[in-house]
């Protein structure tokens, strides 16, 4: 899958209403941990992937629509190296077995290029609150471990649950 990025000026602009005439509707997807969304954020965001998926399972993957202006969402984390774009790809993933190709519901899938990080050192006035709580300060790690742990632990079940439906496909 390809992965396309919007610099942090678009991200603005678009926050701005810049982009009115040509982007409908635009959900900006905070794929933080909560400490970290809690000391600082996007303005006007969704604020993350669980609420975004709830929408989808309430109102169905089609949620924001099929208009005939532009919508985008745009993932970030504290990078936007590793947490937004997996689960960019996640999403995609989602659509892409949801629709026959090359259908999809939401074809704009973006990272923004430099993560909060970025955005937060060139456009505090877009932030709230304004403030920037990176994700391995020291208040937090204990909070960080258990995040990982967690993760790590749907991951291994995942796995396995891939592996015994291989397993049952073969037989």
């Given at each position: 899958m390809n992965i396309y990025y919007l610099i942090i000026s678009q991200v603005a602009?678009?926050?701005k209403g810049e982009y009115d005439?040509?982007?409908k509707k635009y959900q900006i997807i905070d794929c933080r941990y909560p400490y970290e969304y809690e000391g600082g954020h996007i303005k006007v965001i969704f604020k993350l992937l669980k609420e975004l998926l709830s929408e989808f399972a309430k109102n169905g993957m089609g949620y924001f629509g099929k208009e005939t202006q532009r919508t985008l969402?745009?993932?970030?984390?504290?990078?936007?190296?590793?947490r937004g774009p997996r689960i960019c790809r996640h999403l995609r993933k989602i659509d892409r077995n949801v629709n026959v190709y090359p259908q999809l519901y939401y074809p704009?899938?973006?990272?923004l290029k430099g993560g909060y990080?970025?955005?937060?050192?060139?456009?505090?006035s877009l932030c709230e609150p304004?403030?920037?709580?990176?994700?391995?300060?020291?208040d937090f790690s204990e909070q960080l471990r258990r995040y990982r742990r967690k993760r790590r632990f749907r991951s291994v079940q995942f796995r396995r649950k891939q592996l015994f439906?291989?397993?049952?496909?073969v037989q």
């Open positions: 602009s678009l926050l005439s040509t982007v969402i745009i993932f970030y984390c504290e990078f936007s190296s590793e704009e899938l973006y990272i990080k970025e955005f937060y050192s060139q456009f505090k304004c403030s920037y709580m990176p994700m391995l300060h020291k439906e291989s397993e049952t496909d």
